[in-house]
């Protein structure tokens, strides 16, 4: 009993004790949270970094400064401009089918040339806004230059290069505007060829054209639509013998792509192409089928291409010979298979190296003696960022021509840019 009495006058004064203890703990804990305040402070002020109510401080005046200079549509909508400030100087040796930026190489050589330029220069806005249309986001661009002036100095127009407006939704996408040809999603990279794509006329179908697109999206794997308007003017018929100048055409494109850790991916593609030209009163075909592909197996390795095969192919942008009109007005289609290949390799941060080839091969049977049976180029370049702004770059190409049962004929050409990104 007596053990009992003891137990009951020791629990009050126990009590006391751990009261007395937790209190000892908290109050220690809460020197520990200031001390590491004052170490942190001391830290910050070492360091030359601001305490936190500078930083806000900071924050809040770079938000004012961001809500004076943002660009906005008069709806609010917002837009951001970008584009490139490019000048060019550059050099070709004789046979050079033209002087800015070469395609084939001469039949009849003329003479070695050079000169600069800053038509290649673009201005361009992307714009995008809140979701509409059943949850769906707007997006697109509007991408201009001067490249259809004939020099400095004259009258240079501003030239519409390509525009998208597009409504992305969870699995699917909605876009119109003047695009690439979907079957030929992807260019070699170049600061030297900007007004036209790299390895034009020699594998790389690129002409913009008006067009609306649908995909649709599953996993790895995508299906995409577009019905396109051609250019027939750029077949190189007659411009009298064609009964239609602009075409409807239908292209198809179906690609797997996937994304992995280490800046690792692919997206792999198979496209086709269907339209019909008129040609007085004969109806000639457009069939293409192509294969593309943009794989990076390393962080610092891109590998990129696009092959093609087909008839009438040369309205999306090529050699100006879809057909051979014979003496009575006999329109045949020209058959062509061609396309290119490029490896980049990001060297440093600040350096990265392009090697690209490229060839567009008619079959010579469908052609006259003396036009380009096969035309071929290929180059490399060096890109150099001087500043997070500025790229210098220096490229070297040679394009060889082969013309039916005459000659064949070689040419260079060396570039140097520098360009602003903004």
Do not use: C
């Not at 550059?90 to 002087?99: D, L, R, V």
């Not at 979701?131 to 230059?145: A, F, H, R, V, Y």
């Not at 594998?203 to 790895?220: D, H, M, S, T, Y």
């Not at 070297?396 to 040419?411: F, P």
């Amino acid at each position: 009993m007596r053990k009992w009495v003891l137990l009951l006058a020791w629990m009050p004064l126990a009590a006391q004790d751990l009261a007395a203890i937790l209190a000892r703990l908290e109050k220690l804990e809460s020197e520990n949270r200031e001390l590491k305040q004052e170490v942190k402070q001391l830290r910050e002020l070492v360091e030359g970094k601001p305490s936190v109510p500078e930083r806000l401080d900071i924050v809040e005046r770079r938000v004012e400064e961001q809500a004076q200079t943002k660009v906005e549509a008069p709806s609010r909508f917002p837009l951001e401009l970008t584009g490139t400030a490019l000048f060019q100087t550059f050099y070709n040796t004789k046979g050079a089918n033209s002087i800015d930026v070469p395609t084939t190489a001469a039949a009849s050589p003329g003479r070695a040339a050079g000169g600069a330029t800053v038509r290649q220069s673009i201005i361009g806005l992307r714009y995008h806004g809140p979701q509409t249309l059943w949850g769906g986001k707007i997006s697109g661009s509007l991408m201009m230059d001067f490249w259809d002036g004939n020099t400095e100095g004259a009258t240079t127009p501003f030239r519409i290069r390509t525009a998208d407006f597009t409504v992305d939704w969870a699995s699917r996408s909605v876009s119109l505007g003047l695009m690439k040809p979907l079957i030929s999603p992807h260019n070699p990279n170049s600061m030297a060829y900007i007004g036209i794509t790299p390895l034009t006329s020699a594998g790389n179908l690129w002409r913009w054209q008006p067009q609306v697109r649908f995909e649709q999206r599953a996993g790895w794997f995508k299906g995409q639509a577009a019905v396109m308007q051609t250019n027939e003017d750029s077949t190189g018929a007659p411009t009298n013998l064609l009964s239609s100048r602009r075409r409807p055409s239908l292209e198809l494109r179906a690609a797997a792509a996937k994304s992995f850790a280490g800046d690792r991916s692919f997206e792999i593609g198979v496209g086709t192409h269907m339209s019909e030209s008129r040609v007085g009163s004969q109806s000639l075909p457009s069939r293409i089928v192509s294969a593309d592909w943009l794989v990076t197996p390393l962080s610092k390795l891109t590998l990129t291409g696009t092959f093609f095969n087909g008839e009438n192919v040369h309205h999306l942008g090529s050699l100006r010979q879809s057909f051979r009109i014979a003496a009575n007005g006999f329109a045949t289609t020209v058959h062509s298979t061609g396309g290119w290949a490029q490896i980049s390799v990001a060297a440093t941060s600040r350096i990265t190296f392009n090697g690209f080839a490229g060839i567009h091969d008619d079959r010579d049977s469908d052609l006259n003696r003396g036009q380009n049976g096969r035309n071929r180029n290929a180059g490399a370049n060096v890109m150099y960022r001087m500043a997070p702004n500025v790229v210098l770059t220096f490229e070297g190409l040679q394009i060889r021509s082969n013309y039916v049962g005459t000659v064949n004929r070689r040419m260079n050409r060396y570039d140097l840019s520098i360009a602003y990104l903004f």
